[in-house]
């Protein structure tokens, strides 16, 4: 079975850092960009941060730009979203999710890794002031 599995959340303190991980089981992540989503209490999901299939091309929403880096390792089928400086907005439940990328497309990244086909469960960021 197909999945990806989040991990690293947790509560800090705000300008404290996490490192959020997603891995895949049951598939390659080779084909896909990987995106980091989160949904807040009572707020909409918004995309945070994409990566393209190679780990080259990534994107990220204006409000963690600089603060947040998204990375991964395609040997270990993980991809990773180090997040630091973090402020009390940053608080959500934190989503990975597959999108198919074809080789060359890097719309997929400055879409912000659209029309996912894979999800992780989620894990909790919580950041107190």
């Known amino acids: 079975q197909s999945q990806l599995v989040e991990s690293g959340g947790g509560a800090v303190h705000s300008g404290g850092s996490l490192r959020l991980s997603c891995a895949a089981s049951?598939?390659?992540?080779?084909?896909?960009?990987i995106g980091w989503f989160r949904q807040a209490p009572g707020k909409e999901r918004e995309g945070v941060a994409c990566i393209g299939s190679r780990g080259v091309s990534t994107n990220y929403a204006d409000s963690v730009r600089g603060r947040f880096t998204i990375s991964r390792d395609n040997a270990k089928k993980t991809v990773y979203l180090q997040m630091n400086a973090l402020k009390a907005e940053d608080t959500a439940v934190y989503y990975c999710?597959?999108?198919?990328?074809?080789?060359?497309?890097?719309?997929?990244?400055?879409?912000?890794?659209?029309?996912?086909?894979?999800w992780g469960q989620g894990t909790q960021v919580t950041v107190s002031s």
């Open positions: 049951g598939f390659s992540l080779n084909a896909y960009a």
């Open positions: 999710a597959a999108t198919p990328q074809l080789p060359g497309d890097n719309s997929v990244v400055q879409d912000m890794c659209p029309s996912p086909v894979k």
